[in-house]
């Protein structure tokens, strides 16, 4: 069923089961959880933090930037706003992804980018750590 309203729950852990209609967050995990507003039953995580998510709680919950779903089959885009979900236009899958980059390279920035170790670093610590040594 399509929520207008997603009421906030504040909880330690979310729940593997989400109802409709409620936003679950967990200040200790630093994430927050919802049903897909459209009705299309899809779980929709939020971590919060200066580059994802933004919280504000004064009674009502907004969560700033929007929700762009545009991963999931049912595209949906919205704004949580005082409780209230604003409608925007869906989101494709072009927007999608041209977000993900910006949104990658935002994390980058705040966190600083953190180069994965090579193939055979990588393999010299795991043998080392089969074989017991560090």
């Known amino acids: 069923m399509k929520s207008e309203e997603l009421e906030p729950v504040f909880v330690e852990y979310v729940p593997t089961d989400l109802d409709d209609g409620l936003l679950y967050v967990s200040m200790e995990y630093a994430t927050a959880s919802h049903r897909c507003a459209c009705g299309c039953g899809v779980r929709v995580v939020t971590p919060l933090g200066p580059a994802d998510w933004i919280l504000t709680f004064d009674g009502r919950v907004t969560l700033s930037p929007s929700v762009g779903n545009g991963q999931f089959e ?34 980058a920035q705040t966190y600083g980018d953190v180069p994965r170790a090579g193939v055979l670093t990588r393999l010299s610590r795991w043998l080392r750590r089969f074989l017991g040594r560090s």
């Open 74 to 107: 049912c595209g949906s885009h919205y704004l949580i706003r005082q409780n209230r979900v604003v409608w925007c236009r869906p989101m494709t899958r072009g927007a999608a992804l041209a977000t993900h980059k910006l949104d990658t390279a935002q994390r």
